[in-house]
């Protein structure tokens, strides 16, 4: 290439050859500084930059706030974004769909990726329904972490329970206290819900063939709504006198109830950690499983989305969190012995269950270090 002077006649020689260094030298700091803008705009989870100074904005995706634990996930993760040690760089924004569908979170998904949102996270009405949109995000540079009902998006991280360990547990659980034979009722919980269908898997065609002098005289759909498991399981019992347990992801109250509805009583349960549960079983003396699903899974997601940002640390695209949260039993399930896959602990009050809190409370009540009382935890 030939620099032209202004007369537009060529320069001498010499001059050329400086100039040339001159503008290799220039060419080669234009490079550099392309190359840091680069990295310095780099999906986080490629581990190429900290963004601490800049804004961080999470989309909490919600498919339905049907029940207290969605209440109490929402409340945990707006709690978890304003800690003082975000130093106000997180910005939660929370979208609650307007039905249970894949269609309708699909919705709130694309209105975070057209927002340029840092990151999605999102309890998920589908397994897979979803993954095509999350792909989208994924590719603009979003980080997801899916949690509780996650996703099968191979981008996305998978922050849950081990639900294949859960369902296990409660399984081999009531089939123990009701002496490995009986019938019983099996909750199928929310329609395509991820978790549900880990769960309703083990106990509909494995329980079968481990136990099979225990049998299933009926199934329902609870959707973790204590009105619809009542009058659910009191239908299953007027047509089924002789079954004895119930295994549900949601009320062992309401099951209860339907028990004394029908005038029977009884001889196993199994369902979530919640305060009314622990209660009921602890006070009429049944045995009882009570699996943990805590909602600061949420506030979890976040710490995961901060320190990936700010840290640049590295997570397993499939996390799972149980260890850190111990199922229990009730007084008069700790007298049935079985040999447990995951930690349980024996409901004890003013350790893992207190009578004088809100009885729709899910326990744990709270994230370890966020330190959320019952009153936050359901009202915000």
């Not at 400086?18 to 581990?47: E, Y």
């Not at 089939?175 to 106990?203: E, F, H, N, R």
Request: glycine letters at 6%; a neutral charge.
């Amino acid at each position: 290439m030939k620099l032209i002077g202004r007369t537009g006649q060529e320069t001498p020689r010499k001059k050329v050859r400086v100039s040339r260094w001159f503008a290799a030298l220039l060419s080669l700091f234009m490079i550099m500084a392309v190359c840091a803008t680069v990295s310095a705009s780099a999906s986080p989870s490629n581990g190429a930059a900290t963004r601490s100074s800049q804004p961080i904005t999470i989309f909490l995706s919600n498919p339905f706030i049907g029940n207290t634990w969605r209440i109490q996930m929402e409340n945990q993760a707006t709690a978890e974004a304003a800690l003082p040690e975000y130093h106000g760089d997180v910005h939660l924004v929370v979208l609650n769909s307007a039905a249970n569908t894949p269609t309708s979170q699909t919705a709130d998904l694309l209105t975070a990726i057209r927002a340029h949102a840092t990151a999605i996270i999102l309890d998920a009405s589908s397994a897979t329904a979803l993954n095509s949109t999350l792909a989208l995000a994924c590719k603009a540079g979003i980080i997801v972490v899916s949690f509780d009902q996650v996703v099968t998006a191979p981008c996305a991280q998978k922050l849950e329970l081990n639900y294949n360990q859960s369902a296990q547990d409660e399984m081999d659980f009531v089939a123990a206290a009701l002496g490995y034979k009986g019938q019983i009722l099996v909750d199928t919980g929310i329609p395509g819900g991820p978790a549900s269908a880990t769960m309703t898997k083990w106990w509909t065609t494995v329980f079968p063939k481990k136990f099979p002098n225990i049998h299933i005289d009926g199934t329902y759909m609870g959707e973790f709504s204590n009105g619809v498991e009542l009058e659910a399981v009191s239908a299953l019992l007027a047509a089924h006198r002789e079954v004895a347990g119930v295994i549900s992801e949601g009320s062992c109250t309401s099951d209860y109830e339907a028990f004394l509805r029908t005038g029977l009583k009884p001889l196993a349960l199994a369902c979530i950690n919640q305060e009314s549960n622990v209660e009921t079983c602890q006070v009429n003396k049944i045995p009882c499983f009570f699996y943990t699903s805590p909602p600061w899974q949420s506030a979890l997601a976040i710490q995961h989305v901060w320190n990936e940002v700010t840290k640049g640390t590295k997570y397993p695209q499939l996390d799972y969190i149980m260890p850190l949260v111990p199922a229990t039993v009730s007084s008069a399930g700790a007298r049935v012995k079985v040999k447990y896959i995951n930690p349980v602990a024996v409901a004890t009050v003013g350790v893992n269950y207190f009578p004088t809190m809100p009885a729709s409370l899910v326990l744990t009540v709270t994230a370890p270090g966020l330190g959320l009382s019952a009153y936050t935890e359901l009202h915000g």
